[in-house]
């Protein structure tokens, strides 16, 4: 992750939230020994050296959602600021009735999603794809399982490139469970879905990600092809 701190939010969105504003008061000369719950507790309570200890603690995994679900880091940047000033407005509204990264975490992908959305994308939207009746379609089977046909030696670039390609809301629950490591379970609580939505949204995941990383491997092939066909001919 960068080294962004929340002196760079201030400087960065200073413009845009006057709110942010509460966040120079002077930082603590050492490190502090808080818990998860204090820092929260005190953060809530307006302390801003305990909204930073939340940033350090969470920052490099929001870093890492947003730049696997953009692939851009200058965008992952931008949006990893976002969500934190989200994060700094709406911290009073937490109430603790689930986990806090989870709780962060889901705002964390509406942020993302808001601005894939604003940004026109050729993709479905993330109502189309979590539709009502996915949990009673699909094969018969645990879809939520391992996927062994993706794991091996992929090509890195084309694995990105098409995650990239997937509509916005297969590659939310793609990334936080086969990327980040999320159960189906929390990843039902941080995109507002049933169980069986998230294992069918996977499924379809990675039924599309194969798709998409055949045309990459048929792509590779034909310039290929073509390439040593130009040399060829140069040769003659």
């Avoid at 201030?10 to 413009?15: G, L, T």
């Amino acid at each position: 992750m960068p080294g962004t701190t929340l002196g760079g939010i201030r400087r960065i969105r200073n413009s845009r939230s006057a709110a942010i504003g509460q966040l120079a008061r002077q930082r603590p000369a050492e490190p502090v020994a808080w818990t998860e719950a204090e820092a929260i507790r005190r953060a809530q309570a307006g302390d801003a050296a305990a909204f930073e200890h939340l940033y350090q603690l969470h920052g490099r995994r929001v870093y890492a959602l947003c730049l696997r679900m953009v692939s851009n880091p200058a965008d992952a940047e931008d949006l990893m600021q976002e969500a934190f000033l989200q994060l700094f407005r709406k911290i009073s509204t937490f109430r603790g009735e689930s986990a806090f990264s989870t709780w962060l975490h889901r705002m964390t992908v509406n942020v993302v999603l808001m601005r894939l959305r604003k940004k026109s994308l050729p993709t479905d939207s993330l109502e189309e794809t979590l539709d009502p009746d996915a949990e009673n379609s699909g094969p018969k089977k645990d879809v939520g399982a391992p996927d062994l046909r993706l794991s091996g030696a992929v090509d890195r670039v084309n694995l990105d490139r098409s995650i990239e390609k997937l509509p916005p809301g297969y590659r939310t629950v793609f990334v936080l469970h086969d990327v980040q490591g999320y159960e189906h379970n929390e990843i039902a609580g941080i995109m507002g879905c049933s169980v069986g939505n998230s294992k069918s949204q996977l499924h379809k995941a990675r039924t599309r990600l194969r798709e998409l990383l055949q045309e990459e491997v048929r792509d590779q092939a034909r310039h290929e092809r073509q390439a040593s066909k130009s040399q060829s001919g140069s040769q003659d």
